[in-house]
């Protein structure tokens, strides 16, 4: 990221809510994410700061435009070296606290028919896969084994996995039983 000539992050892992398109660093710069849903950056404090004054990038969205700006990540503007990106990524793919180790999601994003604008995505998390499509959400299958999603990944996503892929997931918390 870098703030003194308007460039933003695009975290493109970060699910159902990330960013799908980078979004200039200006406070306040509303875009639109999946329509109707927004996205913004607002420069605020947040509550676990002991510094009153320190401030910190907030990226937000709302699923419409009459409804409420929720946070879902939050950034500064210090330069990262690629020793920090490395702890972050061991951290989060190997620790049995993080979220990313205790769940399977996987999201595939669907766009109109000239293939410029994205209009919805589908969605494996759980047990479930779902398509949202302008704001709408419809439940596609409901998944009962491992069995299952590896079709599931197969039928709406593409994925076709190998043998030593499938037994990747033998024994993990995600695991379908």
């Known amino acids: 990221m870098n703030h003194t000539n308007g460039y933003g992050q695009v975290d493109v892992g970060f699910g159902n809510n990330c960013a799908t398109a980078p979004l200039l660093l200006q406070e306040g710069a509303t875009a639109t994410a999946i329509a109707p849903s927004e996205m913004r950056i607002v420069r605020e404090r947040i509550a676990e700061f002991t510094d009153p004054n320190q401030k910190i990038w907030i990226y937000q969205t709302r699923y419409n435009p009459e409804s409420k ?68 959400t419809e439940i596609l299958q409901v998944l009962q084994t491992e069995e299952d999603r590896v079709r599931a990944l197969a039928k709406y996503f593409d994925m076709h996995l190998r043998e030593s892929e499938i037994q990747g997931i033998r024994g993990m918390t995600s695991e379908l039983k």
């Open 69 to 136: 700006w929720l946070d879902q990540v939050c950034f500064s503007d210090v330069e990262f070296l690629p020793q920090d990106f490395g702890v972050m990524n061991f951290s989060v793919s190997q620790s049995r606290t993080s979220w990313f180790t205790q769940f399977f999601v996987c999201i595939r994003m669907i766009l109109d028919q000239s293939g410029t604008e994205i209009i919805g995505q589908c969605v494996m998390s759980g047990k479930e896969v779902k398509e949202r499509l302008r704001g709408q």
